[in-house]
């Protein structure tokens, strides 16, 4: 989906802390990389989802997403990786099937808690969830 055809969150009004650093946080596209929200996030102590729905409102494309759906050159983020190239690891199937919720579907936050526990790469998880042909959301951004 792109931030055209995104229905804007109605009533959020970006306060000129926000603004001022999302702007000084754009790469020279003038995109905003995740890692880049979840640092102004933390600095500002914000949810995560208040500056991505901030830089939604300020017309401002998010981009480098960090389980490597969106925002790369090549598609998605671990496409020309050795990423694809490894099995994978043990255990991770069993605990991304533990997160599916009844659809199925699992969420961007449950992704870096996955990570986090088994000490592996947020992307290298990401990419088995799409793999193995699970949807993933919610964004901790509202990017989907």
């Known amino acids: ?32 990389a995740c890692a880049q929200a979840f640092r102004i996030a933390e600095a500002l102590d914000l949810p995560p989802l208040t500056v991505g729905q901030a830089a939604d409102v300020l017309q401002i494309h998010l981009t480098r ?43 961007c936050a449950q992704i870096w808690a996955i990570a986090a526990r088994m000490h592996l790469p947020k992307m290298v998880v990401g990419y088995w969830v799409d793999r193995l042909g699970y949807k993933i959301t919610p964004c901790q951004l509202g990017a989907f």
Do not use: N
Request: a negative charge; hydrophobic letters at 35%.
């Open 65 to 107: 997403c960090q389980i490597g759906l969106f925002g790369y050159p090549q598609g998605k983020g671990w496409k020309g990786t050795a990423i694809p190239e490894r099995p994978i690891p043990e255990g991770l199937e069993a605990a991304i099937r533990a997160e599916l919720d009844e659809q199925g579907h699992i969420g």
């Open 1 to 32: 989906m792109t931030l055209e055809e995104k229905k804007l969150p109605q009533g959020v009004e970006v306060d000129e802390a926000l603004r001022k650093a999302i702007e000084s946080h754009l790469d020279a596209r003038g995109k905003l």
